[in-house]
């Protein structure tokens, strides 16, 4: 009897360390595009606010330049986000990233729209003067708020361009800032699958490992099977092996009725070894976003991207549970074996 009870207290034990699921930490939370619902978006001060809200990582959307640089923007235009057209006339037709200069592009000012402003209440931006920044801008940022809050900052870019001289100067730029293994806190993301696997061909080319994200939505067909919708010029469907063999985790559309993540789909996802990251949740109301999270919390959601870093942190602050830090799985274990032996005891008795 007292081999059954040290057996049963070394399974549960075990348990606590090995796990089918690939989740073996609080989610993360992932400052969309900074902290999008409160300042102007991809700015140095929407990062900065974000990550003074708690953001685990800020996530970066990167075009090209005239000349070449990288720099924090979502669209592949400038009018949507800034006062490009009350300074320059278009270019072949329209604004496009591409067709302005770094010099050019650093004259805009990019404006806060839906629910963001130029201000937030008890916070004052080192750079509030709302400028598109680079991405070298915005890894300086991080290291320097990384110093600053004592905890380390992750770095979430996306290649918004299906464009190999982009993921050239995505690796060179992180490369260069001492970031190159799976280790460090940074994700590179793509709706893009040939993005991925060429990112994934060119890192092991190098010796690099940083975890690799395929964006993109959930697709469960009617034989249950889960698989990963990839947006291109069509839809195409690649099994999650598929996409495990290139990439480290996975960017699903929530909150689609025709694309639903569920709980099925995130278990066959984490079977496979990937992480799995819902966008994007842009719920202002504390109390409906809360109910969001929860909802794929409880599913096992491994990461969130969010326009309401503070709403996001709550939640996961609130709706997961700390995984058991060694010393007290040691102890669970002892109180275990006390139990079976108390419990022999009793028995004799």
Do not use: C
Not at 81 to 101: E, M
Not at 201 to 226: I, S
Not at 336 to 347: M, N, P
């Amino acid at each position: 009897m007292k081999l059954r009870a040290a057996a049963l207290a070394s399974l549960i034990l075990a348990s606590l360390f090995v796990t089918t699921s690939v989740q073996a930490a609080d989610p993360i939370v992932i400052a969309h595009r900074g902290a999008s619902g409160y300042l102007p978006e991809h700015t140095l001060g929407g990062y900065e606010l974000a990550i003074k809200l708690g953001a685990d990582y800020i996530e970066p959307d990167l075009q090209l330049s005239k000349d070449g640089v990288l720099v924090a923007m979502h669209d592949d235009t400038l009018q949507r986000t800034t006062n490009v057209s009350s300074l320059y006339a278009a270019r072949n037709g329209g604004y496009k990233v591409s067709d302005f200069t770094l010099a050019e592009i650093k004259t805009l000012t990019v404006k806060p729209l839906g629910t963001a402003s130029t201000s937030y209440p008890g916070f004052s931006p080192v750079n509030s003067d709302y400028k598109i920044p680079t991405f070298q801008e915005v890894i300086d940022l991080v290291k320097t708020q990384s110093a600053s809050t004592g905890r380390q900052i992750g770095i979430y870019p996306e290649a918004k361009q299906a464009n190999p001289v982009m993921e050239n100067k995505i690796l060179a730029t992180l490369l260069l800032n001492d970031y190159g293994q799976s280790t460090d806190k940074v994700f590179i993301q793509s709706f893009s699958d040939a993005t991925v696997k060429s990112l994934d061909a060119k890192q092991a080319a190098l010796g690099l490992d940083m975890q690799l994200v395929q964006l993109g939505v959930a697709v469960t067909g009617g034989d249950g099977v889960a698989r990963m919708g990839v947006i291109g010029s069509g839809l195409s469907l690649l099994s999650l092996d598929q996409v495990a063999s290139f990439a480290d985790g996975i960017g699903v559309l929530i909150n689609n009725g025709s694309y639903a993540v569920t709980k099925s789909f995130i278990d066959q996802a984490h079977a496979a070894g990937l992480l799995v990251h819902g966008w994007t949740f842009a719920q202002s109301d504390a109390g409906l976003a809360a109910a969001e999270y929860q909802r794929y919390l409880d599913m096992g959601m491994d990461g969130v991207f969010t326009n309401y870093t503070d709403l996001a942190v709550s939640a996961v602050q609130q709706f997961t549970s700390p995984v058991p830090e060694p010393a007290t799985a040691a102890l669970m274990m002892v109180g275990l074996l006390g139990l079976g032996l108390r419990a022999r005891r009793s028995r004799q008795a």
